[in-house]
């Protein structure tokens, strides 16, 4: 097993010392699936939901959530980002999230991605709790990252 980046040598957190790290363009592309009834669906589509426009309103929370991931994650390093793209798009029994980020860096954005889906769910969920409470968020992951030391990754 590999050791843990995260942890030091006295099993004490570490937020891991990038300094002597190379600078590389760096990407990250993460998925989630929020599972939606039909009704609810046609409802996030049409844009008359009572709190606003699902769509627009968490891809926008997406964005925000990528650019906020060090505050939120204990360990992670404050980056700047150069893009972050959040789709939200209907699917068959719901709506898929997509989010890819990119920084020039020492350090990748898969937890910024991963952030990114995660709060775009979870705003499409506070935004049609009143029609649909057993909606579900599922399959948040990781299917792609680029750059750095390790190499470029895809979910096979």
């Given at each position: 097993m590999s050791k843990l980046t995260h942890i030091d040598e006295t099993g004490?957190?570490?937020m891991v010392d990038v300094s002597e790290k190379a600078v590389t363009a760096r990407e990250a592309v993460a998925e989630g699936f929020v599972r939606i009834n039909a009704a609810t669906l046609a409802l996030a589509?049409?844009?008359d939901a009572k709190k606003g426009d699902v769509r627009a309103t968490a891809e926008i929370a997406g964005i925000m959530a990528a650019k906020k991931t060090s505050d939120l994650i204990p360990l992670c390093h404050p980056l700047a980002l150069s893009k972050v793209e959040v789709r939200v798009e209907?699917?068959?029994?719901?709506l898929s999230v997509t989010a890819?980020?990119?920084t020039t860096g020492q350090t990748?954005?898969?937890m910024e991605a991963l952030t990114a889906v995660s709060v775009a769910c979870l705003t499409v969920y506070d935004m049609l709790k009143a029609a649909d409470k057993a909606?579900?968020?599922e399959n948040v992951?990781?299917?792609?990252?680029?750059g750095g030391k390790s190499g470029?990754?895809?979910r096979p």
């Open positions: 004490r957190a570490n589509l049409s844009g209907p699917a068959d029994g719901g890819r980020v990119r990748g954005v898969e909606m579900t968020i992951r990781l299917l792609t990252k680029t470029d990754w895809v």
